[in-house]
């Protein structure tokens, strides 16, 4: 008599066996700490260059890789708390490139460049 599992399989020593691709906003899982996943190899192809600086501890890797991400997501914090009162001329126009996703929507002016609403909902979350 056979049985079937329903359950889920996922366990905490899955989170230990790998780690997240080195590049950042991918959330890939790799072996290897600071390497890259075949999805970003095949994307990036020859753009992508080896830094044979990092070749030792993982644990060191991990660590620049974290306090690399952690600056970009402390700026994106700054940026989704500034709440401040919109420009008098902050209203959206069509067909503008948003600066966050490069694709053309109805954007506000920000000081940065045109942002989309869906890129600030993203950033805000």
């Keep these: 008599m ?3 599992r329903t359950e889920s399989t996922d366990s905490l020593w899955q989170g230990e066996l790998f780690t997240a691709c080195a590049l ?3 959330l ?3 072996a290897i700490p600071g390497d890259v996943c075949t999805t970003c190899r095949t994307a990036f192809g020859g753009m992508l260059r080896t830094n044979d600086r ?3 501890d993982p644990a060191q890797i991990v660590a620049e890789l974290d306090a ?3 600056g970009v997501l402390a700026q994106y914090r700054a940026r989704a708390a500034n709440t401040a009162a919109p420009e008098q001329d902050s209203t959206p ?3 503008q490139v948003c600066w966050l996703c490069e694709e053309r929507r109805t954007c506000t002016p920000e000081k940065a460049g045109w942002e989309c609403a869906r890129c600030r909902d ?3 979350a």
Aim: aromatic fraction near 0%; charged fraction near 20%; charge should be positive.
């Design 2 to 4: 056979s049985t079937t």
């Design 68 to 70: 690399r991400d952690a």
């Design 28 to 30: 890939a899982p790799v």
């Design 122 to 124: 993203t950033v805000l």
């Design 93 to 95: 126009k069509r067909g």
């Design 54 to 56: 990092h070749v030792g």
């Design 24 to 26: 950042p906003g991918c």
